[in-house]
């Protein structure tokens, strides 16, 4: 069946750490997509990343970066020089086929970072 | 563009009462989605409309839940009567196209009492 882990519910850093985020799925889907949203205290839902699963090349975005590692079926997120507008709840999710070319999406629980000051 | 509307933004509601959330997709997006996030818990997928169509809705968790999108545009979700386990966040979105990502709206909160 289809499903994410994240295993860590909640992390505390000081700012200006470095703190990564696991994630790790379960597919039995031979082209997927992987995701990372994040939920800042107002409540939506800010995307983040989508990854396709034949591209294994990892992304830089200022001080984010994920490692997409097909191998070990792990997608983590990793901030770089925490800061504390970094404080929210973050999400992975996996794209799941429905049929007919559409897609649902599995999340995870959710880590929660919190970044103090 | 704006963006996926959602409305109210929090209810409180008693049980075996009567709650309709609704939705406002992107303009043009005829991909529209409910999921919910009970307290602690993954965010779960409701259903899948294509314009006026449900596409999936294997998601619903029983027949007290009716979603509907009359015209294609807006979506209403309606928990009739209201359990204290359908408390949670519930979250709409939309997509153009199965090849981008989802925009999700703020969610509403939903509290039975």
């Known amino acids: 069946a289809q499903k994410v882990t994240q295993a860590q519910t909640e992390i505390s850093v000081v700012e200006k750490e470095d703190v990564t985020l696991d994630c790790v799925y379960e597919t039995r889907d031979t082209t997927y997509y992987l995701f990372w949203y994040k939920q800042p205290p107002s409540g939506e839902l800010v995307f983040l990343i989508r990854r396709n699963s034949f591209d294994e090349q990892n992304e830089i975005s200022g001080r984010y970066s994920w490692n997409f590692q097909k191998s070990t079926s792990s997608f983590n997120f990793t901030i770089t020089a925490s800061q504390v507008v970094d404080s929210a709840v973050y999400f992975c999710?996996?794209?799941?086929?429905?049929?007919?070319?559409?897609?649902?999406?599995?999340f995870g629980t959710g880590t929660r970072l919190k970044v103090l000051a | 563009e704006a963006g996926v509307t959602q409305f109210p933004s929090h209810s409180v509601i008693e049980k075996g009462q009567t709650v309709t959330l609704r939705c406002d997709p992107i303009s043009g997006h005829d991909n529209l989605y409910w999921y919910r996030r009970v307290m602690g818990k993954e965010i779960k997928f409701l259903l899948h409309?294509?314009?006026?169509?449900?596409?999936?809705e294997s998601g619903m968790p029983n027949n007290r839940f009716l979603a509907e999108r009359t015209g294609g545009t807006y979506s209403t979700l309606k928990v009739q009567p209201a359990e204290l386990e359908d408390s949670g966040v519930y979250f709409c979105?939309?997509?153009?196209?199965?090849?981008?990502?989802?925009?999700f709206g703020s969610g509403t909160r939903l509290t039975v009492v």
């Open positions: 979105a939309s997509s153009q196209d199965q090849t981008h990502g989802y925009t």
């Open positions: 409309f294509v314009k006026e169509s449900k596409q999936d």
């Open positions: 999710a996996l794209s799941e086929a429905l049929g007919s070319g559409t897609y649902k999406y599995i």
